[in-house]
């Protein structure tokens, strides 16, 4: 059983920066895909980032390319989800999620993602 724990979330202005980390709970980066997921009040739940698993290529979506980065720390199961520049639309719950492939990370499904942690919340003071 994979078990994901997110945390870094908290209350920010504008402008500022969070890092979010995801911890699995064994050495699965070389399996899995992470992706990044977030629901906004009165909203879909969105894709915003993911990393593939042996190749590490990444995606981004638009409305947060070039605002944040998204890495991972193989030794110690951990991807982390920079954010810099933020802005009150990213307010939402963040999670992480896995599906075990190889696969380029976008070309899953949301629902193709089996693994999910509990969420961290992220609000922007505006």
């Known amino acids: 059983q994979v078990q994901l724990v997110e945390s870094g979330g908290g209350l920010v202005q504008p402008g500022g920066s969070l890092r979010l980390s995801c911890q699995a709970s064994?050495?699965?980066?070389?399996?899995?895909?992470i992706g990044w997921f977030r629901q906004a009040p009165g909203k879909e739940r969105e894709g915003v980032s993911c990393i593939s698993s042996s190749d590490a290529s990444t995606y981004y979506a638009d409305s947060v390319r070039g605002r944040f980065t998204i890495s991972r720390d193989d030794a110690a199961s951990t991807v982390y989800l920079q954010m810099n520049s933020l802005k009150p639309e990213d307010t939402a719950d963040y999670y992480c999620a896995a599906t075990r492939g190889a696969w380029y990370c976008r070309d899953y499904e949301i629902h193709e993602y089996t693994y999910w942690g509990q969420g961290t919340q992220v609000t922007l003071s505006s």
């Open positions: 064994g050495d699965i980066m070389d399996y899995y895909a």
